[in-house]
T-cell receptor, first 115, second 120 residues
Framework: AQKITQTQPGMFVQEKEAVTLDCTYD???????LFWYKQPSSGEMIFLIY??????QNATEGRYSLNFQKARKSANLVISASQLGDSAMYFC????????????FGTGTRLQVFP | DTAVSQTPKYLVTQMGNDKSIKCEQN?????MYWYKQDSKKFLKIMFS???????INETVPNRFSPKSPDKAHLNLHINSLELGDSAVYFC???????????????????FGPGTRLTVL
């Protein structure tokens, strides 16, 4: 079974609008971390935002916020006031607390922001 | 200033050759990783090292051998390169290692710029 599912292969949004990128995860571990990364066309992986399984509040970092719904096992990324520079691939990832450091990635969502 | 650096950025080589990719981090992190991103952009862990000790070896062929001379460096050596090895290889590092409880901000992994390997 997929541990991280991103069901939107591609999304379009108009500049200055908000957009939500979906991510659902599957784990039976009570301790885990959820991450979003951005990969622009230049190829680097840029860390955006983190949410811990024990965090009571949704994480926010500037224009990025994470809509964390633990019971539904979803961790959607919300980008407010989209900019042209937000056009990129976005990856959701999870680290489980089973004595392993590895990040498990979703398949990514390609976001295109148009003027 | 670069936090996680990799060299080279591009590597084009013939099948059967041996090549190395170097990674260095100046973040003072204890754990370093290698990930492979395939042509469909899927990222998968290959190895992780914590304080020079191999922690994860994710069913990677023996032709791939990571080496960590110190906790700031993690190199990847690949023997007898095959066409299927063509991919982007990312190095990453994090402060927290295997001893840490997942779900803390120190889990965050910071990635290098990637090395695009093309095997002809």
């Amino acid at each position: 079974a997929q541990k991280i599912t991103q069901t939107q292969p591609g999304m379009f949004v108009q500049e200055k609008e908000a957009v939500t990128l979906d991510c659902t995860y599957d784990t039976s571990d009570p301790s885990y971390g959820l991450f979003w990364y951005k990969q622009p066309s230049s190829g680097e992986m840029i860390f955006l935002i983190y949410q811990g399984s024990y965090d009571q509040q949704n994480a926010t970092e500037g224009r990025y916020s994470l809509n964390f719904q633990k019971a539904r096992k979803s961790a959607n990324l919300v980008i407010s006031a989209s900019q042209l520079g937000d056009s990129a691939m976005y990856f959701c990832a999870m680290r489980e607390g089973r004595g392993t450091d590895k990040l498990i990635f979703g398949t990514g969502t390609r976001l295109q922001v148009f003027p | 200033d670069t936090a996680v650096s990799q060299t080279p950025k591009y590597l084009v080589t013939q099948m059967g050759n041996d090549k190395s990719i170097k990674c260095e981090q100046n973040l003072g992190h204890d754990t370093m990783y290698w990930y492979k991103q395939d042509s469909k952009k899927f990222l998968k862990i290959m190895f992780s090292y914590n304080n020079k000790e191999l922690i994860i070896n994710e069913t990677v062929p023996n032709r791939f051998s990571p080496k960590s001379p110190d906790k700031a460096h993690l190199n990847l050596h690949i023997n007898s390169l095959e066409l299927g090895d063509s991919a982007v290889y990312f190095c990453a590092s994090s402060q927290e290692g295997m001893t840490g409880r997942a779900g803390g901000p120190t889990d965050t992994q910071y990635f290098g710029p990637g090395t695009r390997l093309t095997v002809l």
